[in-house]
C-alpha cells in the first residue's frame, strides 16, 4: 500500500527521520513513540505538508514527488491540533475539502448527522471548543475517496461517544472500501473495536514494523 524509498527528513542539521525502503502493506496502524521520537514528522511527510529526501509511492504507482495533486488527493490527513480560519464556519470549511477532494455529492452529511455536530455548522470555528475543532477535522479527514486516512493523536480531546463514532467510520472504511489508516496515538487503540490493527514504532529516528 505504502513504499518508503529512501525516505530522510532533517529540520536544519538534525536528522529527524529516515527510513530505508520499507513496504506497508494495506490495514490499520497504530503508530508508537516516544514524545520527539518523529510521530508527526512522518505523518506530515506522508501528507505532503513536509519537505523532505526521497520518495513515498502509494500503491505501486502514485509518487509524493512525481504526482503531488494526485497523490493528496488520495491521502487525507486530520492534525493532532487542527487550526482552520476562525471566521470560516465548519460548513464552509467541509464546502472547501469536499471540493478540493472531489467528494461526492452529499457525502458529508452523513458524518455530520453521526458526530452529532450539525448544531454548530453554521457558527464561525473561531467560537469552537477543542473537542468540536477536532469532530471538525475527524470529518474533513473521511471526506472523497481516500485510499490512507492519516490521523495524528484522534483520540486526544473527543468525548467517548465520539470515540466510537470514530472506531465505526474506521472499520467501515476498511472492511467495505479498503481504505488504509495510520493513527498516532500515545494511548493503545481499543483492540475490540480495531481487532486487526498493525504496530509501527518510531525509535532511534527510524520506522519499523513492530511484531
Ligand atoms: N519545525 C521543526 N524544527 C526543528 N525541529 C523539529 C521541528 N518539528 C519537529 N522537530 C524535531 O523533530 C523531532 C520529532 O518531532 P515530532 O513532532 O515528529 O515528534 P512526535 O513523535 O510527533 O512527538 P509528540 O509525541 O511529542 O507529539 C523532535 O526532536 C522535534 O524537536
Not at 169 to 180: A, K, N, R
Amino acid at each position: 500500500m505504502l513504499q518508503f524509498v529512501n525516505y530522510k527528513k532533517t529540520y536544519g542539521d538534525y536528522p529527524a527521520l529516515q527510513i530505508p525502503d520499507l513496504e506497508l502493506e494495506a490495514g490499520i496502524y497504530w503508530i508508537k513513540g516516544v514524545n520527539g521520537s518523529g510521530k508527526s514528522t512522518l505523518l506530515k511527510s506522508i501528507a505532503g505538508i513536509l519537505a523532505f529526501n526521497g520518495d513515498i509511492v502509494l500503491d505501486g504507482n502514485v509518487s509524493i514527488k512525481k504526482q503531488p495533486v494526485g497523490f493528496r488527493k488520495l491521502v487525507n490527513f486530520a492534525e493532532a491540533e487542527p487550526l482552520f480560519p476562525e471566521f470560516l464556519t465548519g460548513a464552509e470549511m467541509i464546502s472547501l475539502f469536499a471540493d478540493a477532494k472531489d467528494a461526492p455529492k452529499g457525502q458529508e452529511k452523513q458524518y455530520i448527522e453521526s458526530m452529532g455536530i450539525q448544531t454548530y455548522m453554521e457558527r464561525p470555528i473561531g467560537t469552537y471548543s477543542s473537542g468540536m475543532l477536532k469532530k471538525l477535522s475527524l470529518v474533513l479527514a473521511f471526506l472523497g475517496n481516500p485510499k490512507l486516512i492519516l490521523l495524528d493523536e484522534p483520540l486526544i480531546t473527543i468525548d467517548t461517544a465520539a470515540l466510537k463514532i470514530l472506531y465505526s467510520w474506521i472499520s467501515e472504511q476498511s472492511t467495505q472500501h479498503g481504505v488504509s489508516f495510520m493513527l498516532s496515538s500515545h494511548q493503545p487503540l481499543d483492540a475490540d473495536e480495531l481487532p486487526r490493527a498493525g504496530e509501527l514504532l518510531v525509535a532511534n529516528q527510524t520506522l519499523t514494523i513492530n511484531g
